[in-house]
């Protein structure tokens, strides 16, 4: 996808080559549809010891991308408040369990707003203040959700939720991945992805902890959940830009009307890759149906009577699958590619789903857990080949927003399952009416991996692209070849000022001010 795209991919001599590095120039349709099966082809890049690959990072980079891991992690642990306290939600306002959920699916509608704003801020102010921004009204909506005394008010409040969920996203990936070493991209991706998967583990504790355990019911949950954000703010404030922002903003600088330029990047971009844009969204509303499994302990409970007890230990075990998939395909991905790990995975996915869904013994622990390991296996090469396929000066809003409309795209997974399933009944267990949810999640899911896969198999693929603002085409268009080696020249020159200052003997400074204040008398 996106042949016309030109940009360039950091020379890397002391790596093998990427197979589809740089990004392909203009071709036909029939060349580029061509390439497809070529370049799937593994490229077997050196794997170094993912411990050294870790320690490739820089502490300034780990910092980077612990706050996006924290972040993200956070914004999965707020999310499933409402999910765990449905029940207890609807008695306070007096509606269905069905009614309440209404609020997750608010939730999930106005996520892709908040990817827009808040997206669209981050690449144009910088990554830090809409970050702040977006945890503040964390902290206010969690706060309010707790206090909500009626219905409406509840609505309105997960509404208002949904646009600081869908801002953070793309915010905390170009946080944790845009300065991150070439080699330890992969896994880098793998773990910040988790980050979703381990918001629900601790949702899930902090839930039997602090829900029906005082005189306020539910509401201790949503008024913990406000109180982290406010350290993963401080931790924000007391970092800097990215360095790749940082370059971006100065280029912008020196054309003097910062304004302008990115008005002018957004039309080259537009340009470029509406096509590369479209099939994003159309990616990720597959990735979205394949991690949407919400139904999956009503299948436990309802159709093999599960005990509540037996399906948290199964939700558990799922999830730490999924960290460890997340990180290994991850990791994976950068020695076989973004694409063929992506298939591969999905294939064994398919093959794992019948053992998945027709398991009726508490063996069925073992196969979700290998399950959601490839599912989020699949997923942990998201963050990072999102990024390398977004336009430069867009890249906190194309992954944000691709993201967030392919999840507004599957938000109704969980009710066509339902319905479906309501017309596969079992026999009843007592006044309780059971379904083969297990049948209708087998075909489902089948038929989303195998979207999923031709969806990777015809998209395009930069492994290893350069974040660098020298090699990004777009914004050599918009701002001009000469504007991008001023402003780089500039921050070289402040960069070696810095370090030359810093190696400097004291005496030498105090002797090189002194000439300086003789010279001015």
Known sequence: MDPSSNEKVADATHVPEAVESPAPHEMTIGEYAST?????????????????????????????FLVGFLAWTWDAFDFFTVSLTVSDLAETFGKTNTQITWGITLVLMFRSVGSTIFGLAADRYGRKWPFVVNNLLFIVLELGTGFCQNYKQFLACRALFGIAMGGLYGNAAATALEDCPEEARGIVS???????????????AFARGLVNTTSHGWRPLFWFGACPPVLIIIFRLCLPETDAYIERDAVRNEKGNIGKTFIAEGKVALKRHWLLLIYLVMLMAGFNFMGSQDLYPTMLTNQYNFSPNAVTVTQVVANLGAMTGGTVIGYSSQIFGRRFSIIFISIIGGALLYP????????????????????????????IHLMELSPGSFRTFVVGTSYQLGNLASSASSTIESTIGSRFPLPPKGKTKRYQYGKVMCIFMGCVYVYVIVMTFVGPEYLRRSFEVDQDSDLNEAAGHDTIEKAMRKIHQREAGAHQQQHSDPEDIQTSEKGVVQQQA
């Open 356 to 383: 998945y869904t027709y398991t009726s013994s508490h063996a069925v622990i073992a196969a979700a857990f290998f399950e959601q390991f490839c599912v989020q296996g699949a997923w942990g090469v998201i963050p």
């Open 36 to 64: 497809r099966l070529t370049t799937l082809k593994p490229p077997m890049h050196h794997a170094p010891n993912p411990f050294r690959l870790l320690g490739m990072l820089s502490g300034k980079q780990w910092l980077f």
């Open 190 to 204: 793998g773990m910040l992805q988790q980050g979703y998967a381990f918001g629900y583990l601790l949702a899930t």
